[in-house]
């Protein structure tokens, strides 16, 4: 399983927010030297959107975690499935044996019967 695509688009979905976060940063420090400051209003249209994007990012993380559960559980499942695969064969394997060794004593009391039979047809007809 690889697990690096992943590993790959949670970083991304993490990173991604952060360095705009930055750059936003920087954004605001430039305003604040040259004394441009945001309206009242666009401060509060940026902590929406800043909510927005805070909640799509964990939207998406909890996306990933589920999938990376899923493969998870997937991948025990089909190991438990091997198992008993495994286990169902070694059952089997384990009952023709034991049929053979039935067959191989019921061969040897018919014959032995045979033997018993012939040897008292030979002391009573002989």
Known sequence: MN??????????????????????????GVQSV?????TPQQTLQKQQEDQKKMADVQRRL?????IEAQQKGLSMQKKQEDLQ???DQKQEQKVKQ????QKERS???????AQ???????????
């Open 3 to 28: 697990d690096g695509g992943v590993r790959g688009a949670v970083a991304e979905a993490v990173i991604k927010p952060v360095k705009d976060e930055i750059g936003q940063a920087i954004e605001v």
């Open 34 to 38: 040259t004394g441009k400051t945001p």
């Open 98 to 101: 034991f049929e053979i060794v």
């Open 107 to 113: 061969l040897e009391t018919a014959v032995k019967q």
């Open 62 to 66: 909890q996306w990933w975690k589920n």
């Open 85 to 87: 695969k495994k286990s």
């Open 116 to 126: 018993t039979k012939t040897e008292i047809k030979g002391r009573l007809g002989g």
